[in-house]
């Protein structure tokens, strides 16, 4: 890096950094803190929902999944639009009408303290862990870039986001995610604008697509009915609606950020707002990803993108025999180039991809080699590959302006995160179990402690974390595995009236085993067997919500009203 670089970087993040604290400085009360006073327009509560699920990881890893994979990625999120159209018209009325601090003070109303407690304490687990892992991606890049370890990043990434996240709570959050949210924008326009100039003088946007697409890089849409199949239309509607519905509706992370809406109508806008450009958005980010893909077509690429993985195996007893595969992915570039510079036509396309599976081919056995060199490297790539684009091509300033964009989307989804975990031990699980009757003083003071302690806790799992295939598939796996049930336990509580908390909290137990049964037994295990899963992980969101609604309904059969009992019918013919 540059000094241009550095002054980018560093200017932009302490800016976000001091900028937040200074404006939100003084917060006094518990509404301001962790309600940020409700007085958040409608375009704010937009920006902030789609910057605390936009993290670090979704500029890091969606373009190298895009390399890797092509545009099916985007299918994951078809079941958003669904899930706000539905929170905006069932969740908001109930969390506005009751004036709750955390989506889990309504189940104590409807149910009882134990169910709060359990939701509370899923919600607090899961995105702990995430909070880790949103530090522990842009730690990788700045590892990558200065040679510093880890640790040491971990924590000087964790601090900057606790400065002002303590300082000013959940005003602090939405204040600084307008900034990052247009460092964002900027950043990845300009960078997909570099691209397309970067490709050669008559490769033009529409020749660059049908290149893509003659790589099979462009199947956006996949009707296909395997289970097993991460990204399909079904998975993305299905799973993905139900993700997305425990996700925004009940995950204090986003809850916090549109309760803290002027009104209700605000806060409906907001969600509507992020429903109509996110999709779009990721589409877009994957997109970048593709014409990476397209400009490496014309340009060296490494076999493997990750540089520790390359160094270690060319300083070991295996180095002769990477070079020898590099030597034959090299030649297997030329041949493409020579191709691609023939033009396109019903042969040279089936050559193309003939080549493609061969160059894929040698990166699995260029891993092979990794890891016999030093099994503790991780082989997969996919997270360094725009990282290295951005490194070796762009030009002076554009490199700082590029790392403070997934800097920036870092500190705004662990800022959100830090300050929902906080409010949701302060408000569910102090207050409510262990100290009630304190001043709002006391208690905006208790919920900066639970900021740090969480901060520093996000930091250690940070500092443990290992890369699990895919950086965002990682964070959405984690997801999947709670979020399923958390939904399960609100639909009953909205939708179910004669259904008590006892039942409800035996049944989001049994449950929560059952998923953990699922993934281990069914995705995990078989997949370091080098086997397929039996269902995609997303399908755990479906499964732990209908779940926890089939026990609730078996356990007080005898007390359910005809349509109730057919409502569990249906679901009984579902499962089985």
Not at 265 to 292: A, D, H, R, T, W
Not at 361 to 387: G, M, P
Not at 534 to 560: M, P, R
């Amino acid at each position: 890096m540059h000094t241009i670089d550095w002054i980018i970087l560093s200017i932009t993040l302490l800016f976000i950094v001091f900028y937040g604290a200074w404006k939100t400085r003084g917060s006094k009360n518990v509404k301001d803190f962790i309600k940020g006073g409700n007085e958040t327009n409608w375009w704010t509560i937009g920006l902030s929902v789609m910057a605390t699920q936009a993290s670090a990881i979704t500029f890091l890893s969606t373009p190298g999944q895009a390399f890797h994979s092509g545009m099916g990625f985007v299918q994951f999120y078809f079941g958003l639009p669904i899930a706000m159209v539905v929170i905006c018209m069932v969740f908001i009325p109930i969390y506005h009408k009751l004036n709750v601090y955390t989506a889990y003070e309504y189940l104590e109303t409807r149910f009882d303290k134990k169910t709060r407690t359990l939701t509370a304490i899923l919600f607090l687990i899961q995105r702990g862990l995430a909070a880790g892992i949103t530090i522990f991606a842009p730690a990788i890049i700045l590892s990558a870039v200065l040679g510093w370890d880890l640790i040491t990043l971990n924590v000087v990434i964790g601090l900057l986001v606790i400065v002002y996240t303590v300082s000013g709570g959940t005003k602090a959050v939405s204040v600084t995610q307008k900034q990052q949210m247009g460092v964002i924008f900027s950043g990845m326009f300009i960078a997909f604008y570099l691209i397309l100039q970067y490709l050669p003088d008559d490769i033009t946007f529409t020749k660059a697509l049908e290149i893509a697409g003659a790589s099979d890089k462009m199947n956006v849409l996949d009707f296909s009915l395997d289970l097993d199949n991460r990204y399909t239309v079904w998975t993305g509607i299905l799973g993905g609606t139900f993700l997305m519905l425990s996700y925004f509706g009940t995950d204090q992370s986003q809850v916090q950020r549109y309760l803290s809406g002027k009104s209700a109508k605000e806060s409906q806008l907001g969600l509507i707002f992020n429903g109509l450009l996110k999709v779009p958005m990721q589409f877009f980010i994957l997109l970048v990803g593709v014409m990476v893909f397209v400009f490496y077509q014309f340009n060296s690429a490494p076999l493997n993108f990750n540089p520790k993985a390359q160094e270690v195996v060319l300083n070991s007893k295996y180095a002769s025999d990477y070079k020898a595969l590099e030597t034959q992915h090299k030649d297997i570039e030329s041949q493409k180039k020579a191709i691609l510079f023939q033009g396109l036509n019903s042969s040279n396309t089936e050559l193309l991809q003939e080549l493609n599976e061969r160059d894929k081919v040698l990166k699995k056995e260029a891993k092979v080699l990794i890891s016999k060199a030093d099994n503790s490297v991780e082989t997969n790539d996919k997270d360094y590959v725009f990282i290295q684009f951005i490194l070796n091509y762009l030009p002076k300033g554009l490199v700082g302006l590029l790392l403070a964009v997934i800097l920036s989307a870092a500190m705004s989804s662990t800022a959100s995160e830090l300050n929902a975990l906080a409010s949701t031990t302060t408000i569910d699980l102090y207050k409510r179990n262990v100290a009630s009757s304190h001043s709002d003083a006391y208690y905006v003071n208790v919920s900066k402690f639970f900021t740090l302690a969480w901060g520093i806790l996000a930091i250690a799992v940070a500092c443990i974390a290992n890369l699990f295939d895919n950086l965002i598939q990682l964070v959405n796996i984690i997801g999947s595995i709670f979020y399923g049930n958390v939904l399960g336990i609100f639909l009953l509580a909205f939708f179910f009236k004669k259904i008590k908390g006892n039942t409800v909290f035996t049944s989001a137990l049994i449950t929560q085993v059952l998923i953990f049964f699922i993934f281990y037994f069914g995705i995990y295990n078989l997949e370091q067997q080098g086997l397929k899963p039996v269902i995609s992980y997303l399908w755990l969101n479906f499964i732990g919500c209908i779940s926890v609604l089939y026990l609730a309904l078996l356990f007080t059969f005898k007390q359910l009203d005809v349509k109730n009992k057919i409502t569990l019918l249906f679901i009984s013919l579902g499962i089985f």
